[in-house]
């Protein structure tokens, strides 16, 4: 109560003050004092608290106003020694701008940073700099800022070219860059120095402030008060929800108080929740620790005092006031830069710079987002100050140079991760969540490595040098400790205590990789620098080699003559670790050696004689071998317990990010290098010898007698199986040693050959979108993979159609270079692969093999590697599976195996070939594979020889699927012996001879094939005769059946299809008495559910259409209309408007009604179980009536009854118009007086006695009640039906005694009618023939509906509503509250007062036909809606007076005639119009829809054909339509022929006080014909929409920027979604800014674009919704939903008109259930809070 006291008190005191305070005064006196620092303080100390926080609410409004006033004005005085007003305009005036742009992005502003040309991926413009800078026609990236980054146009530091945008493009004359502060007097510089230095260190001071209850010295207030804050901060542990919950407990609010609480917290990172004396603060700061430290560390709460929170808020107002000042002259941004650096009296990192940046962590969220802002708009778009503040910050190479950066960074991070083993690797296992934590925040100190090794020098000096290998070292120690870490261990039979924790060592291994590469690539720019880092890199290898030989005893490997010394070592038993970074370093430097000839250049200065190569493949191959053994399955775990089972995952997911795209580059491809490496320089036995032993098959193949199928039958079934799987992945590491070439350095290839190769095999696999492709290829540390530089000469691209997205397919000439065994490719890529090749090939008519491709030379430095292939112990292996090949009875071996043999012959051919095409005359070619090959065993075994075995391979009838292999080898080898044989006579002639040989040979094949595929095609054709003959056989022998089944055919529910007029000669007419009576056809329809087929006749047992009745607004002309009140709104009457009607839809699948109800009942069975057992969603609302249709799955909520056309009766003479409205007049009095005989007795009784009882006219039996024609089946199903669309339609609990039931059955026949006349004049359709069958049953089931709902309802109230409907036409006394002819829509009126007739016809005898009754409402509707256009018709369009022919003059003069009778009736409320033909026009188009509308409507309520001329868009059409309407083609004649009868009607109609009312006071008036409907327009370019986004803040938390904004693509509103900020409560329950606005825009549908994430969400009711593709597309033909990739997305007008037309059509309901059943994740979505 006291603080509510004080908050009244406070500003009358104050206004004593402000109105006796004068800033100029304060400023004056300012200048006279000695002491300004002290005099400010004092200023400050008395006027802050009385201004800031001084109640628990606050009013920024009036605290920044007095602010203004009281505390800046005399500041701006003091500073420009005059009015400030004239001396910031005269600094603005005189001030040269920068050339730095340095725009500060707002949250979710567009950026845009160029892939070409910026320095780093951070180096990003705004979008104004963008438009106007050369890389808009670059390939650029867009993205959204997360807001705080500034724009870096003008920076030359940031852009490798086109450095300015023209807006800053600098002036020649500014190159002598003068001082700043040469246009300010002294005087003024020393004034501004002082004012900056006071305001910047009080703000400072303040911002890191940590005491709660003083202030510094010089600010203490003059009288203190017991008032407190109790103040809660953000942190990174709680959630949402647990805030909301612990400030409800705590301060005593309501939800939504602490909602808004959060809220403010999680944005500003501060926020004050109570407000009172200190022990009142104190206690609330009591609960919330308690109640928030029991998981975790506690909320940071603190209870400050008032003055100390006035203070800091004034703080943060006076560096926004810095930051504004200085925009107005660069010499004060100069000034502020000198203050802000200026080092303080404690010497080092004491300036004021320093001291905010060292207290960064401890500020609030809100202090440090002011102070960088400040920053940015001083510090960095000053020059000279920019740099500056760079070197206290991080400054690029000069920082390696001069600071050493790296050291000091790698340090700093080494000091972190403690956990080290007894070799000093690092341990992870050992993390408790709170350190995992820290270690995720340590690793941004790797990203700023990135950013120091981002640009790499052009020049070395000796210091550079120096500082870096200085750098290199440390990183050296780092990888040591990462060398081995997180080694596993094969565990058998055995539980694992402890589950590895292997996360953070990848995570660390993912952060290097891009620094590792960084790194080399540093290396590689200086010569001096790769030896000495090739050195250095070698002695810490040599280091951690001799920390690992725990329990490694040396052994001697003997195998065909050759023998090796090398240790015993069992992957399987010993230990392992996937992490090698020093081995790969090395791996990489060696291969720099080679690519930049050093190792040629200068042998002598590298230790490469020094080198062990057994010590350089040990562990790369140990971990080779790892994997073979997982894939294997040697590393699965025995037992099931969980923690089994999770270790073995683990170990799979290690392998698989080894192999992974993101981490391969530097593991898996460097540990293959160094194997590489290794071999080059070992004997080719020896390293294979080794490579048995690691991978533990040496004992197979070393034995004496290993060809022969040595005895395994006593071996163990899994063990055998292994062995195949390790002997085939090793066949594959042999094939990556030999093959892998395209590395630079390792073959003789160009950079972009490795990419292209890349490209070219993920395509083999499969046509691939851009996206696909980038994933699959590695990115460098500016998230480039290169591949735009060479897609389009391996690759052609295909445009996506409406929905997909751009495909890039491999070009024909490439396939050449597949390579089955391609190192990247995983097992299931190659299996891919190879299924898609074959395909191809088959295709194209070739045989199958898959030979291997053709490959570039080795570098010299690995040139050796070659001979591994042509090595006894290899040739010894490959011979002995071909001899296990030849007897399968073994089963030791295995069909891939085999294929991987195949392959190395393959290679080892084709290497030779490759020699020998390439060697000189005088060059032997010491390379001599088939001779090898050739030669048998030694005795004494005298196996035989590889080509031995391959030619008896070729016809074993189990290898049928490698025969076309083994016959390319045996023609490779012929070829080749061909080509040696020649080489003696002139070498050209051996190529040319072997070719034409081998051409020789090709073609015989082909020939061959092509016999075989003709004689195919021959046999296939007889067949095909042979069948066909058989078919028409059949047919002739059953004509009765198939006679009767077409029958049955043409008598299907569609009624489309009686098209054929009954007689040639009459026009067809569906309305009036001389309508078409269509022939009589029994309509047989068969159920989906029984498939039991019935006639559909009024007696028999219901049939239904599933249907989907839903409330819409898609063709509203007047979404503002408020929502009425469902328990009291009539319907009767739609206004033309159409601000939302009923939609019903179906997809024509047919059931028996009791069928249908069985079901109905199971479906809410099965949900009732399903509820109890796992409370989700599911994708319909049972409780709603919601089923899915049991055909198609298309979401349903009642059923529509199928009932049999009317009968037209053939009767004799028919009333003319007068006559008509005589009987009808009777009639509607008659009904009157019964009507009111049925109301109770009342007080007005008496006086409706004595009037005259108006007598039941002749033929009308008003008190007859007539027998429903219907059975009992489908009056249940007319309530049904009937109940449900007022149900939905009104938004009520059903009731099937409402009056308004069949009121809102005939509306939403007439809305659907409209809906789908709209959407074929929009699709540019015909009228008929066009429509899908399920929309025409649809209609013809609405409308035999409608015209029978009145025998389910109440007789006398159906009435009730003709005679309403009646009275609208035909002016009634009795009829009260009758709405003006403006304000009804004449399509619903026609529909409804036809299909309310039955109720009336059912009681006359007269013999007055229903028909003529149609017709004489139907031409009197038409007259009243020419009526209401003239009424509507706006001011005439200034056009050339149309000169028309003499056919229309006619309907000119009589248009003219009518207007102007109107205008006698409504005086000046009409303006004069001259021309007919503007009134002519207007009419005959404004009347269309409604004309198309009621043919519709009449076809299928009375079943008649419709005209040909209809089924096409022809001319002529206006005279058809009339015609088929029963119409005259000048509309006029309706009225000037019957005259004297309608004048009075016109009278009425006009003389209704509405109208007048509507036309003088400009009311809403619709125009005609209304336009559809169009979703908003969308920007060409998405960036503009983004842009729109970023301004837009949200609406309920005061200026803040949304962090969702969505865009309702209906209604064009921006809407702050998914926050709890813009909550808003609808029946009861919170729902998000969306969900609120689909039921004010949509009724309850939405469409919606998330422009932050470019993806588009529909939205149904408050449980259902699912997210669309957007219409946006790169030029790739691919959405970015996510905005993950950047790249420039652009407006796709065909997938727009695609959601357009969804919408139009009523499906998004349809779409989502479709989506959310296929996808059932959409389900648990809680779609309401968007």
């Known amino acids: 109560m006291a603080a509510a006291e004080s908050d009244r008190e406070v500003p009358s005191a104050l206004c004593t003050e402000f109105l006796n305070f004068s800033a100029k005064d304060t400023a004056l006196k300012w200048l006279q004092v000695t002491d300004l620092y002290k005099e400010v303080y004092q200023h400050l100390a008395r006027y802050v608290p009385k201004i800031y926080c001084l109640g628990p609410n606050l009013n920024p409004q009036s605290e920044d106003l007095l602010a203004q006033l009281l505390l800046q004005a005399p500041l701006e005085w003091y500073l420009c020694g005059e009015d400030p007003s004239t001396g910031l305009a005269k600094l603005e005036q005189n001030n040269q701008p920068s050339q730095l742009c340095g725009h500060v992005f707002r949250v979710g502003e567009p950026t845009y940073s160029c892939r070409e040309c910026a320095a780093d991926p951070t180096c990003v413009l705004c979008m104004q700099c963008f438009l106007g800078s050369v890389h808009k026609e670059h390939r650029y990236r867009m993205t959204t800022s997360g807001g705080g980054g500034f724009c870096d146009c003008g920076d030359t530091e940031a852009w490798k070219k086109g450095p300015y945008c023209q807006k800053h493009e600098p002036n020649i004359s500014d190159s ?192 440090r987002n002011v102070y960088h802002q400040l920053f940015m708009s001083s510090l960095l778009m000053d020059l000279k100050y920019k740099k500056l503040f760079a070197i206290q910050f991080a400054k690029a190479r000069m920082l390696i140079t001069e600071e050493n950066l790296m050291t000091t960074i790698i340090r700093t991070f080494v000091d972190h991760l403690r956990h080290r083993d007894l070799q000093g690797r690092f341990q992870f296992e050992r993390y408790t969540a709170q350190q ?59 539980h694992i205590e402890m589950e590895p924790e292997w996360e953070a060592a990848f995570t660390l291994q993912m952060k290097l990789t891009h620094i590792i590469s960084m790194m080399q690539e540093w290396c590689a720019t200086d010569e001096r620098v790769l030896i000495e880092a090739y050195k250095k890199c070698l002695t810490a290898l040599t280091h951690c080699h001799s920390g690992f030989t725990d329990g490694e005893q040396p052994i001697t490997l003997s195998m065909c003559g050759h023998s090796v010394d090398t240790i015993r070592y069992c992957v399987s038993q010993e230990k392992v670790s996937i992490h090698l970074p020093v081995s790969r370093l090395l791996a990489g430097l060696h291969v720099l050696l080679s690519k930049m000839e050093v190792a040629y250049r200068f042998p002598e200065q590298l230790p490469l004689s020094e080198l062990s190569p057994p010590m350089l493949i040990e562990h790369p191959l140990r971990c080779l071998v790892l994997c073979a053994q997982v894939h294997a399955g040697m590393w699965r775990r025995n037992g099931f317990s969980l923690v089994n089972q999770r270790a073995h995952s683990v170990l799979w997911l290690q392998i698989y990010y080894y192999h992974n795209v993101k981490c391969r580059v530097e593991m898996f491809d460097k540990d293959l290098i160094m194997l590489q490496a290794g071999a080059s320089m070992m004997d080719p036995n020896h390293f294979l010898m080794i490579v048995l032993s690691r991978f533990e098959l040496y004992h197979i193949f070393s034995s004496a007698d290993c060809r022969k199928s040595y005895n395994r039958e006593n071996t163990n079934k899994d063990v055998v199986q292994q062995n195949n799987t390790l002997m085939e992945e090793m066949l594959h590491l042999i094939m990556m040693v030999v093959g892998e070439r395209f590395e630079a350095g390792v073959g003789q290839v160009e950079g972009c050959d490795e990419i292209k190769r890349e490209i070219i095999h993920q395509l083999c696999i499969r046509p691939m979108a851009h996206s696909e492709l980038v994933k699959a290829l590695p990115e460098n540390e500016n998230k480039e993979t290169g591949m735009e530089r060479v897609i389009d000469c391996v690759a052609s691209f295909k445009k996506p159609g409406v929905t997909g997205r751009g495909l890039y397919e491999l070009r024909p000439e490439c396939a050449k270079q597949f390579n089955l065994y391609f190192h990247h490719y995983s097992r299931a890529d190659q299996s891919k692969a190879e299924e ?142 061909t080509m040696r044989e020649l080489t003696a006579s002139t070498y050209t002639v051996t190529a040319s001879g072997s070719h034409g040989q081998e051409e020789m040979v090709c073609d015989k094949d082909k020939a061959e094939r092509k016999r075989k595929a003709e004689m195919a095609r021959l046999r296939r054709e007889k067949i095909m005769a042979q069948m066909s003959e058989m078919q028409r056989h059949f047919i002739n022998e059953n004509k009765e059946l198939f006679q009767q089944s077409l029958e049955e055919l043409y008598a299907s529910t569609s009624t489309s299809l009686e098209h054929s007029p009954t007689s040639s000669d009459a026009a067809l007419v569906c309305v009036g008495p001389r309508r078409s009576r269509p022939r009589e056809k029994r309509q047989v329809v068969t159920c989906i559910l029984c498939q039991e087929e019935q006639e559909i006749r009024a007696d028999s047992k219901a049939m239904v259409l599933a249907a989907f009745v839903q409330r819409s ?66 994708s319909y609302d049972v409780g709603n009536g919601e089923f899915l249709c049991p055909l198609c799955e298309c979401l349903s909520n009642t059923v529509i009854p199928l009932l049999p056309g009317t009968k037209g009766s053939n009767s004799c003479e028919q009333p003319g118009l007068g006559q008509w409205l005589k009987i009808s007049g009777q009639q509607i009095k008659a009904m009157h007086s019964a009507h009111r005989k049925l109301q109770p007795v009342g007080v007005d009784a008496v006086e409706e006695t004595v009037e005259e009882q108006c007598p039941a006219t002749e033929n009308f039996r008003i008190d007859y009640t007539p027998m429903s024609p219907y059975s009992s089946t489908i009056k249940e199903m007319l309530t049904t039906f009937g109940t449900a669309t007022y149900k939905v339609g009104l938004k009520v609990h059903p009731n099937e005694q409402d009056p308004r039931v069949p009121i809102m059955c005939w509306g939403s026949c007439a809305y659907t009618i409209q809906s789908i006349e709209r959407l074929l004049v929009d699709e540019d359709k015909p009228l008929f023939g066009s429509l899908p069958c399920r929309q025409d049953d649809c209609l013809s089931s609405l409308a035999r509906f409608g015209s029978a709902c009145w025998t389910a309802a109440s007789q006398p109230s ?131 829809p409604y004309l ?129 900020c813009c909550q808003t409560e609808l029946d009861g329950e919170d729902v998000g800014a969306c969900t609120a606005h689909t039921f004010a825009c949509g009724a309850g549908v939405g469409i919606f674009l998330r422009v932050r994430e470019s993806q588009v969400l529909f939205l149904s009711g408050k449980t259902k919704g699912c997210f669309y593709a957007p219409p946006y597309l790169d030029d790739y033909g691919e959405t970015d939903q996510g905005l993950r990739r950047g790249n420039p997305l652009h407006l796709c007008r065909q997938r727009y008109r695609k959601i357009q037309k969804l919408w139009r059509q009523h499906s998004v309901t349809e779409e989502i259930g479709h989506a959310q059943e296929a996808n059932q994740t959409l389900v648990g979505i809680d779609w309401q809070h968007l």
Not at 1124 to 1135: A, I, Q, T, V
Not at 1601 to 1609: D, E, F, G, Q, V
Request: proline fraction near 6%.
């Open 436 to 494: 995992a934590f820290k270690f995720r925040r340590v690793q941004s100190l790797i990203g700023d490595l990135k950013y120091v090794l981002i640009s790499r020098p052009t020049e070395w000096s000796d210091q550079l040098r120096e500082k870096f290998l200085e750098g290199l070292d440390t990183f050296l120690e780092l990888f040591k400790c990462m060398q081995g870490m997180d080694p596993v261990v094969r565990q058998v039979g055995q």
């Open 1358 to 1488: 159906v009435q009730g509503h003709y005679i309403r409907l009646v009275a609208a036409l035909i002016p009634d006394p009795q009829v009260e509250t009758s709405p003006c002819i403006l304000d009804i829509d004449m399509l619903h009126l026609l529909v409804s007062v036809v299909l309310s007739y039955g109720s009336v016809h059912s009681q006359d005898s007269s013999g007055l036909s229903v028909d003529a009754v149609q017709l004489h409402f139907f031409h009197l509707i038409t007259v009243a809606h020419m009526v209401q256009m003239l009424l509507t018709s706006g001011p005439e369009e200034v056009t050339m007076e149309q000169e028309s022919g003499g056919a229309e003059r006619e309907e000119e003069e009589d248009i003219c005639a009518l207007y102007n009778t109107l205008r006698t009736h409504l005086g000046s409320s009409l303006p004069e119009v001259a021309s007919g033909w503007h009134l002519w026009r207007c009419v005959k188009t404004g009347i269309l």
């Open 836 to 977: 898609a090749q074959r395909k191809l090939k088959r295709q194209n008519g070739e045989d199958m093999a898959l030979p291997p491709p053709m490959l570039p030379p080795f570098s010299p430095l690995f040139a050796s590697l070659v001979n591994i292939l042509q090595c006894d112990v290899l040739l010894g292996m490959l011979g002995a599976v071909l001899q296990w090949a030849v007897e399968p009875s073994g089963g030791h071996w295995s069909e891939s195996m085999l294929q991987r043999v195949l392959h190395l012959i393959g290679m080892g051919l084709l290497e030779e070939q490759q020699q020998l095409k390439n060697s000189s005359e005088d060059h032997d070619v010491s390379f001599n594979f088939t001779l090898k090959i050739s030669r048998p065993g030694e005795a004494p075994s005298n196996t035989a020889s590889v080509l031995a075995l391959l030619e008896n391979l070729q016809n074993a009838p189990h290898l049928e699927v490698h025969k076309d292999m083994i016959r390319w080898i045996l023609k490779m080898v012929a070829s080749i012996k």
């Open 176 to 367: 002598c860059q003068e001082d700043p502060l040469a246009h300010l007097s002294t005087d003024m510089i020393a004034r501004c120095y002082n004012v900056f230095a006071i305001v910047l260190k009080y703000a400072v001071d303040m911002l890191t402030w940590d005491k709660e209850d003083e202030l510094p010295p010089g600010l203490e207030p003059p009288d203190r008060g017991d008032t407190y804050y109790c103040m809660l901060f953000n942190d990174e542990v709680h959630t949402y929800e647990q805030v909301i919950y612990t400030l409800q407990k705590a301060v005593n609010c309501t939800q939504k108080e602490a909602v808004s609480f959060a809220t403010t917290v999680d944005r500003d990172g501060r926020k004050s929740v109570r407000f009172g004396d200190f022990a009142f603060c104190e206690q609330a700061k009591s609960v919330i620790v308690r109640n928030t430290s029991r998981q975790s560390k506690p909320l940071r709460v603190q209870v400050m005092h008032s003055s100390v929170v006035a203070h800091q808020c004034f703080a943060l107002k006076a560096l926004h006031w810095l930051g504004h000042v200085i925009g107005y002259s660069d010499a004060l941004r100069r000034i502020l830069c000198q203050v802000g650096l200026e080092r303080g009296p404690e010497g080092e990192n004491s300036s004021l710079v320093d001291t905010l940046m060292l207290c960064d962590s401890k500020m609030w969220k809100g202090a």
């Open 1113 to 1178: 607004t898609v063709m509203s002309k007047n979404r503002k209309r408020p929502p009425h009140d469902p328990e009291h709104y009539d319907p009767l009457f739609m206004h033309p408007d159409l601000s939302f009607g009923t939609h019903t839809g179906s997809c024509g699948h047919i059931m028996h009604s009791h069928c249908w109800q069985r079901y109905f009942e199971a479906v809410q069975a099965k949900e009732q179980r399903r509820q109890q057992r796992l409370r989700v969603h599911t």
């Open 1492 to 1620: 198309r509308g009621a043919a519709l409507f009449f076809h299928h309520l009375n079943g008649v054909p419709t005209p040909p001329e209809l089924h096409a868009l022809c001319p002529g059409q206006w005279e058809v339509l009339c015609g088929y309407l029963s119409l005259p083609s000048n509309l006029l004649q309706l009225y000037h022929s019957q005259k004297e009868l309608l004048e009075p009607l016109l009278y009425g109609w006009c003389s209704h006080p509405g109208v007048r009312q509507t036309l003088q006071e400009g009311g809403v008036l619709v125009s005609f014909p209304r336009e559809s409907n169009s979703l908003i327009d969308l920007p060409d370019d998405y960036s503009a929409l983004i842009n729109q986004a970023s301004s837009f803040t949200c609406p309920k938390s005061g200026g803040d920027k949304s962090r969702a904004p969505t865009l309702c693509l209906v209604c064009g509103s921006m809407l702050c979604s998914q926050s709890y």
